[in-house]
């Protein structure tokens, strides 16, 4: 085809010459208009002899005409239809002539590359007959528009093979590229190479009659991918062949979502550091039983609490931020470093003996050191560090990374800002406390720690008065174990909660069963010892629910807790403290003098009775009276009762009695006795 005639005047621009070229290439007619956007509206600006013979119009008054005036039966939005930036239309529509005739064409509108102007071919319908066909097709061209070129959801048709027959505004704007350059097989130029064969399988099984589905990557005009899921179900066209239809849906946004959703759940907030989660993952991915090289090195900043207490949280949080940056920059490519939580961090290296691994803690204890500036204050950070290197002996990653755990211990220990490598024998003795916490757990489930009764005397007839619970365990391997090893071990472990409750209930439970067995003689207290962890807000209510449920008066209880416990938050335990006195339970402090003590504190806590500690009463026999008598005297003038632990001899009692001691418990007077033989001694002292 030859290209259309231009008018000598007036003289025309390239993209105006570019514009008629590119959508004569397609036509058969000389009707020629280009439409452009002059101040936000469509108008006419070039046109060919062609039209201003259909259209009656001088040159210059066609030149500035609004599209909306040639086509009159298009409202302002319609005529956005016909004007796309994506794509050719096709519209039956009367045009206006100068006379104010309505002439039937079609009308054939071309956006240009550029997508700044647009190529108007107009075509005269010549009788009814092709008028109501070019009607006909207009109106399904339409429908279709409506169904499926407005949809959101980007929309590919092909009536036979690979080959698009359509392709909707939505996908258009996906890729960035118009209709034109997408029909045919140009679509699959939009797919990532790398992609393409899947794409290419699931239609071809398409075209044999079933459906498909396929992940790919769309890559856009500008060079930038989207992730997309590409549905195909089957088409056929009689007459035609096997095609298939092909709906997209974009998860680029929804994946990148997900990443940050992974990203967060596997890394720490403040430092952007893998998080314990990612540790434990990236540790037991790389552990095999019976291997060797992999080597964990746990970090823990010394006195980070000071820069806190000090500076403030917001310096301590910009203190950890720069430990992980210098973290980062210090290992050696490929180890990963991770934040354990708080002020821990823990390095992970592969394919290092155990002397790659000290040196590399070296370089970051020297990293460390270099001074970071916080709150107008140089901070030099040290930290301890724990080294652990793969043995025979490590069966799971998890016991690498606690192996390390306890190496930074034994740093701690040993003086701070030190790498020490595991000790055996420490890994031993730790493991070995893991398994007895664990067993520890099991025997207070199964209520396995029993209760022993060491009755209390009055120190003016002798007469036993009341009982202390002992707890005790006798471990089915080990023996019997020391109160002062499980209670410190409950207490390291978080298991002094449910030690004490069990205690408590059991006392409750044993007093209650004496009395239906012993009536008036059975023991009218039971002193329970209280750790300084359970001297919290839910002490009172605990003592309440035990006394209620074992049908027992308050005054039946008293409640022993150590004078460092009372000092350590003497307002705190005031509080608590006078909760249970006011429910009418008895409070006395146990081992008193050993520790340090406030004596102002001490006159306002609400307390009956002071325990003066066994060492103290073991001196008398040195002819030592002298913080015995103290203490004793202390309590007198405060109007608080003594009770002295640990009378051994005929002696000692004779003379606690004669420096003015309330009480007195003590091997000399009666043994710890199971809860039977409690209710037996006390039923032969009654007769």
């Given at each position: 085809?030859?290209?259309?005639?231009?008018?000598?005047?007036?003289?025309?621009?390239?993209?105006?010459?570019?514009s008629?070229?590119?959508?004569?290439?397609v036509?058969?007619?000389?009707?020629l208009?280009?439409?452009?956007?002059?101040g936000?509206?469509?108008?006419?600006?070039?046109?060919?002899?062609?039209?201003?013979q259909?259209?009656?119009y001088?040159?210059?008054?066609?030149?500035?005409?609004?599209v909306?005036?040639?086509?009159?039966?298009?409202r302002g939005?319609?005529v956005?239809?016909?004007?796309?930036?994506?794509?050719?239309?096709?519209?039956?529509?009367?045009?206006?002539?100068?006379?104010?005739?309505?002439?039937?064409?079609?009308v054939?509108?071309?956006?240009?590359?550029?997508?700044?102007?647009?190529?108007?071919?107009?075509?005269?319908?010549?009788n009814?007959?092709?008028?109501?066909?070019?009607?006909?097709a207009?109106a399904h061209?339409?429908?279709?528009?409506t169904?499926?070129e407005?949809?959101?959801?980007?929309?590919?048709?092909s009536?036979?093979?690979?080959?698009?027959?359509?392709?909707?505004?939505?996908?258009?704007?996906?890729?960035?590229?118009?209709?034109?350059?997408?029909?045919?097989?140009?679509?699959?130029a939009?797919?990532?190479?790398?992609?393409?064969?899947?794409?290419?399988?699931?239609?071809?099984?398409?075209?044999?009659?079933?459906?498909?589905?396929?992940?790919?990557?769309?890559?856009?005009?500008?060079?930038?991918?989207?992730?997309?899921?590409?549905?195909?179900?089957?088409?056929?066209?009689p007459?035609?062949?096997?095609?298939?239809?092909?709906?997209?849906?974009?998860?680029?946004?929804?994946?990148?979502?997900?990443?940050?959703?992974?990203?967060?759940?596997?890394h720490?907030?403040l430092t952007g550091?893998p998080?314990?989660?990612?540790?434990?993952?990236?540790?037991?991915?790389?552990?095999?039983?019976?291997g060797?090289?992999?080597?964990?090195?746990?970090?823990?900043?010394?006195?980070?609490?000071?820069?806190?207490?000090?500076?403030?949280?917001?310096a301590?949080?910009?203190?950890l931020?720069e430990?992980?940056?210098?973290?980062?920059?210090?290992v050696?490519?490929?180890?990963?470093?991770?934040?354990?939580?708080?002020?821990?961090?823990?390095?992970?290296?592969e394919?290092?003996?155990?002397?790659?691994?000290?040196?590399?803690?070296?370089?970051?204890?020297?990293?460390?050191?270099?001074?970071v500036?916080?709150?107008?204050?140089?901070v030099?950070?040290h930290?301890?560090?724990?080294?652990?290197?793969?043995?025979?002996?490590h069966?799971?990653?998890?016991?690498?990374?606690?192996?390390?755990d306890?190496?930074?211990?034994?740093?701690?220990?040993?003086g701070?800002?030190?790498?020490t490598?595991?000790?055996q024998?420490?890994?031993?003795?730790?493991?070995?406390?893991?398994?007895?916490?664990?067993?520890?757990?099991?025997?207070?489930?199964?209520?396995?720690?029993?209760?022993?009764?060491?009755?209390?005397?009055?120190?003016?007839?002798?007469?036993s008065?009341?009982?202390?619970?002992?707890?005790?365990?006798?471990?089915?391997?080990r023996?019997?174990?020391?109160?002062?090893?499980?209670?410190?071990?409950?207490?390291?472990?978080g298991?002094?909660?449910?030690?004490?409750?069990l205690?408590?209930?059991?006392?409750?439970?044993?007093?209650?069963?004496?009395?239906?067995?012993?009536?008036a003689?059975?023991p009218?207290?039971?002193?329970?010892?209280?750790?300084?962890?359970?001297?919290?807000?839910?002490?009172?209510p605990?003592?309440?629910?035990?006394?209620?449920?074992?049908?027992?008066?308050p005054?039946?209880?008293?409640?022993?807790?150590?004078?460092?416990?009372?000092?350590?938050?003497?307002?705190?335990a005031?509080?608590?403290?006078?909760?249970?006195?006011d429910?009418?339970?008895?409070?006395?402090?146990?081992?008193?003098?050993?520790?340090y003590?406030?004596?102002?504190?001490?006159?306002?806590?609400?307390?009956?009775?002071?325990?003066?500690?066994?060492?103290f009463?073991?001196?008398?026999?040195?002819?030592?009276?002298?913080?015995?008598?103290?203490?004793?005297?202390?309590?007198?003038?405060?109007g608080l009762?003594t009770?002295?632990?640990?009378?051994e001899?005929?002696?000692?009692?004779?003379?606690?009695?004669?420096?003015g001691?309330g009480?007195?418990?003590?091997?000399?007077?009666?043994?710890?006795?199971?809860?039977?033989?409690?209710?037996?001694?006390f039923?032969?002292?009654?007769?």
């Amino acid at each position: 085809m030859s290209a259309p005639t231009v008018p000598a005047e007036p003289l025309v621009s390239p993209d105006i010459v570019s514009s008629i070229f590119y959508g004569a290439a397609v036509s058969d007619t000389l009707v020629l208009l280009v439409a452009e956007m002059v101040g936000g509206t469509a108008r006419i600006t070039w046109c060919n002899e062609g039209a201003t013979q259909l259209l009656g119009y001088g040159l210059e008054d066609l030149r500035t005409l609004p599209v909306s005036a040639l086509v009159p039966t298009l409202r302002g939005g319609e005529v956005k239809l016909l004007l796309r930036r994506e794509r050719s239309a096709r519209m039956n529509l009367p045009v206006r002539t100068a006379s104010g005739a309505l002439v039937e064409v079609v009308v054939l509108c071309t956006p240009s590359p550029s997508g700044r102007m647009w190529t108007l071919r107009l075509v005269p319908a010549t009788n009814d007959s092709e008028r109501a066909l070019r009607a006909t097709a207009d109106a399904h061209e339409r429908r279709f528009a409506t169904l499926t070129e407005r949809s959101p959801v980007p929309t590919l048709l092909s009536e036979q093979g690979m080959r698009l027959a359509h392709v909707n505004d939505a996908f258009c704007s996906l890729v960035g590229l118009q209709a034109e350059q997408l029909l045919g097989t140009g679509w699959m130029a939009t797919v990532h190479p790398e992609d393409l064969d899947g794409v290419i399988e699931q239609v071809v099984a398409v075209l044999g009659g079933g459906d498909g589905e396929a992940t790919a990557r769309l890559v856009r005009e500008d060079g930038t991918e989207r992730t997309t899921v590409i549905r195909f179900a089957h088409l056929f066209t009689p007459g035609v062949g096997a095609g298939f239809v092909g709906t997209i849906e974009d998860i680029t946004d929804r994946l990148a979502f997900e990443a940050r959703l992974a990203h967060q759940a596997n890394h720490d907030p403040l430092t952007g550091l893998p998080n314990r989660t990612l540790l434990a993952e990236h540790v037991a991915g790389r552990f095999t039983p019976g291997g060797s090289g992999l080597a964990c090195l746990f970090l823990d900043l010394d006195n980070f609490k000071v820069v806190n207490d000090s500076l403030g949280h917001a310096a301590g949080d910009e203190l950890l931020v720069e430990i992980a940056d210098r973290l980062r920059s210090t290992v050696r490519p490929g180890d990963l470093v991770a934040r354990f939580g708080g002020d821990e961090f823990v390095v992970v290296c592969e394919g290092v003996e155990e002397a790659d691994a000290v040196t590399v803690a070296e370089r970051i204890g020297a990293a460390l050191a270099e001074p970071v500036r916080l709150g107008g204050v140089d901070v030099r950070p040290h930290a301890s560090v724990g080294v652990t290197v793969q043995t025979d002996e490590h069966t799971a990653a998890e016991e690498l990374i606690r192996d390390c755990d306890i190496a930074m211990y034994q740093a701690k220990a040993g003086g701070k800002g030190r790498i020490t490598v595991l000790d055996q024998q420490a890994r031993a003795e730790a493991r070995d406390k893991l398994r007895l916490v664990a067993e520890l757990r099991t025997a207070i489930e199964r209520r396995d720690i029993t209760l022993l009764y060491q009755p209390i005397f009055s120190t003016a007839d002798r007469s036993s008065v009341a009982v202390e619970s002992l707890a005790r365990w006798e471990h089915a391997e080990r023996g019997a174990i020391s109160p002062a090893t499980f209670v410190a071990l409950a207490e390291e472990s978080g298991l002094i909660g449910p030690l004490g409750l069990l205690v408590l209930d059991e006392t409750c439970r044993q007093l209650a069963e004496w009395d239906a067995e012993l009536g008036a003689a059975a023991p009218q207290r039971a002193n329970v010892n209280v750790s300084a962890l359970q001297l919290d807000g839910n002490l009172h209510p605990q003592v309440v629910a035990a006394l209620a449920r074992h049908r027992l008066h308050p005054s039946r209880l008293s409640i022993e807790i150590t004078e460092s416990a009372l000092m350590k938050d003497p307002a705190s335990a005031r509080a608590v403290l006078t909760q249970l006195r006011d429910l009418g339970v008895q409070l006395a402090i146990d081992d008193f003098g050993t520790g340090y003590s406030s004596l102002a504190h001490l006159r306002h806590l609400p307390v009956d009775c002071l325990k003066v500690d066994r060492s103290f009463v073991a001196e008398l026999g040195q002819g030592h009276t002298e913080i015995a008598s103290a203490v004793i005297a202390l309590a007198e003038n405060l109007g608080l009762t003594t009770v002295a632990e640990g009378v051994e001899t005929a002696e000692q009692a004779e003379q606690l009695a004669a420096l003015g001691a309330g009480f007195l418990q003590g091997f000399s007077l009666a043994q710890p006795m199971t809860g039977e033989r409690t209710a037996a001694w006390f039923a032969a002292r009654a007769r």
